[in-house]
């Protein structure tokens, strides 16, 4: 049926050239409905911006859920893998454990089965999305040993590659496939290398078997089953498009209980494409959204100012910068792998740890139409660099003495205790991820720049931002777009009933406005919003 990525063009296929053209077309037409349908993360009217929760419990994410989250417009969450895993002894308990599958059976150290049931009930019944991290890729390392030393307790045996609660046993495996001496991949230039043998040994599962991607769809039908609107799929520039496409034509459609009739569940796949290697991130378009990390490392150089670059050219920020068209991308400022130097973007990457800049990117993103907005919620850990190299980026969460994770605790000031960070609670971030809800829908307006590093622009009559990241002040009159009145600067403060507890914005009966910002503010930008005036 010539729908695999080698086909080329619909008219060499050869469908119109025979009886049966209808149907092919009809059924051409279904997949490409569905693979659109894929792109949807069916977040609730009004919410738009996802927030990943990493390595949180799930009791701890249901509590969000009601009490922060829905309440402040957020969209979705993103948890950590869900499925048994690998433990490995105190005090390591690193957080790439929950990577390391060694079965499906819903037991991490997140917690049980019945608390991610409970978890994902709860968030739908206030409208917030649950996407869950799918590790279907591999199983545990081909070093991970035997025994019963897994989240749920289970058998299993990294040696004789066998995992009895699937079953997988060492027939499942692309051991014969690879072609290199270490069973590893070795050459990142060659695509069979990247999607046939291990990454960094990880035992790689042969999802061409039509058994394996049965047991792969059991495993996220049970979770579609059970609410989640849909899928972050681990290190999918190491399996083949077709082979993930074969595996998403088996899922469910989503719980009707929660979504329409008839809904896909939302895949984003990740594909770490910043140009230079032959698998490429438009190969999975058609299945789903992908990561940008071209976004994530970008922007860290922007905001930075290295390499002579400047706000002011992000004019054209999107596809003018050479990203994946919009309606294929999710884009984040940092990721769990990038803000610890894994992954993609290097040093550029802007975290918690810059937290000025940090929330400077997150508000440009957040307030730019571009992708689907994905946004970091992370813990601290011990940082220790050598050479430039943290030698403690590979600890856990907050944990017990007996390694069970701590849960969040919320502080009076509602930021999150115990070593959390909670981003996501950021008075500057939780109200961006408003504006975003205000604003959706609405193009990009009214820009301005001093061709250096302050700029502003509107989202049509909607909001309008203003972002001062040169070393001297801004004090500039400028046209926002937007009705006149008293707006309250949803940065410095918010609105509170009838007044500000941050800056004032006078916005005239021409749409034009006084904006001063020191670059020596704590947060040196302004941002206002059509729910924000008085």
Same mark, same amino acid.
């Given at each position: 049926m010539c729908i695999n990525t080698n086909c080329g063009a619909a008219g060499k296929c050869g469908f119109l050239a025979h009886p049966g053209k209808n149907m092919k077309l009809f059924i051409l037409v279904a997949l490409f409905g569905l693979s659109l349908a894929q792109h949807n993360p069916h977040t609730k009217h009004g919410r738009t911006a996802i927030v990943h929760l990493f390595e949180w419990r799930w009791a701890d994410i249901a509590a969000e859920c009601e009490r922060f989250l829905a309440p402040n417009g957020y969209g979705g969450v993103q948890i950590s893998p869900p499925n048994e895993h690998i433990v490995l002894d105190s005090p390591w308990r690193p957080w790439w454990q929950r990577y390391q599958p060694t079965g499906y059976n819903l037991c991490s150290r997140s917690g049980s089965e019945n608390e991610l049931r409970d978890m994902i009930t709860r968030c739908n019944n206030v409208g917030v999305n649950i996407y869950v991290d799918a590790v279907i890729n591999h199983m545990c390392g081909a070093g991970g040993g035997e025994g019963t030393h897994n989240s749920c307790g289970n058998w299993f045996s990294a040696n004789k590659e066998e995992f009895p609660t699937v079953p997988y046993t060492h027939w499942d495996f692309n051991d014969n496939k690879c072609r290199t001496g270490s069973g590893n991949i070795e050459n990142y230039g060659d695509p069979n290398q990247v999607r046939d043998?291990?990454?960094?040994?990880?035992?790689?599962? &042969?999802?061409?078997?039509?058994?394996?991607?049965?047991?792969?769809?059991?495993?996220?039908?049970?979770?579609?089953?059970?609410?989640? &609107?849909?899928?972050?799929?681990? &290190?999918?520039?190491h399996m083949w498009p077709g082979d993930l496409s074969a595996v998403y034509g088996r899922l469910h459609n989503l719980n009707t209980k929660w979504f329409p009739g008839g809904s896909r569940p939302f895949i984003f796949q990740e594909v770490i494409d910043l140009g230079g290697e032959p698998i490429t991130s438009k190969e999975y378009f058609h299945l789903g959204r992908v990561t940008?990390?071209?976004?994530?490392?970008?922007?860290g150089t922007v905001i930075r100012k290295w390499n002579g670059e400047k706000l002011s050219y992000t004019k054209n920020w999107g596809e003018g910068w050479g990203f994946m068209p919009n309606g294929n991308a999710v884009v984040f400022v940092d990721n769990h792998d990038n803000q610890r130097g894994h992954g993609a973007g290097g040093a550029s990457i802007v975290t918690f740890w810059d937290a000025r800049l940090h929330k400077m990117a997150v508000a440009y993103m957040l307030a730019h139409p571009y992708g689907v907005t994905r946004v970091m919620s992370s813990y601290r850990w011990n940082r220790h660099i050598v050479n430039g190299k943290d030698q403690n980026d590979w600890m856990g969460p907050p944990s017990h003495g007996d390694g069970s994770t701590k849960s969040v605790p919320i502080n009076p000031d509602q930021t999150c205790g115990d070593g959390w960070v909670c981003e996501h609670r950021w008075r500057q971030i939780k109200?961006?991820?408003?504006?975003?809800?205000?604003?959706?829908g609405q193009p990009q307006s009214n820009w301005w720049d001093n061709q250096s590093n302050q700029i502003a622009f509107g989202r049509g009559n909607r909001g309008f931002i203003v972002f001062n990241n040169d070393d001297w002040n801004l004090d500039v009159t400028l046209n926002t777009g937007m009705p006149g009145g008293t707006y309250c600067d949803v940065i410095s403060g918010q609105k509170e009933g009838s007044r500000c507890t941050g800056k004032q914005i006078n916005v005239g009966g021409d749409g034009r406005a006084h904006f001063k910002i020191s670059n020596s503010d704590e947060d040196p930008f302004v941002a206002i919003h059509a729910d924000s005036k008085l």
């Open positions: 043998c291990r990454l960094v040994g990880l035992l790689d599962l &042969a999802l061409e078997k039509d058994y394996v991607r049965g047991k792969v769809a059991n495993f996220m039908n049970k979770l579609i089953d059970m609410g989640v &609107a849909g899928f972050r799929v681990d &290190a999918c520039k940008e990390f071209k976004h994530s490392a970008k922007l109200n961006m991820a408003i504006f975003r809800n205000v604003v959706n």
